[in-house]
């Protein structure tokens, strides 16, 4: 089972499957995986702030 690892900023949000860290934080399982995705971390290392950003590694 794969499981996801949220951060926000150096700020771990939670931690667990994709399920469990989309309730907690309001959106699809589908949003997770894309958090962890090649594509995000591009548009992530390109924002201003990214510390206001969001981001899943998956463990």
Aim: glycine share 6%; with cysteine.
């Amino acid at each position: 089972m794969v499981e996801y690892t949220i951060y926000k900023g150096e700020e771990i949000i939670c931690s667990g499957t994709k399920e469990k860290c989309a309730a907690v934080l309001g959106v699809k399982p589908s949003t997770i995986q894309y958090y962890a995705s090649p594509t995000w971390e591009r548009k992530y290392a390109k924002r201003k702030k990214p510390e206001r950003c969001v981001i899943a590694v998956r463990l």
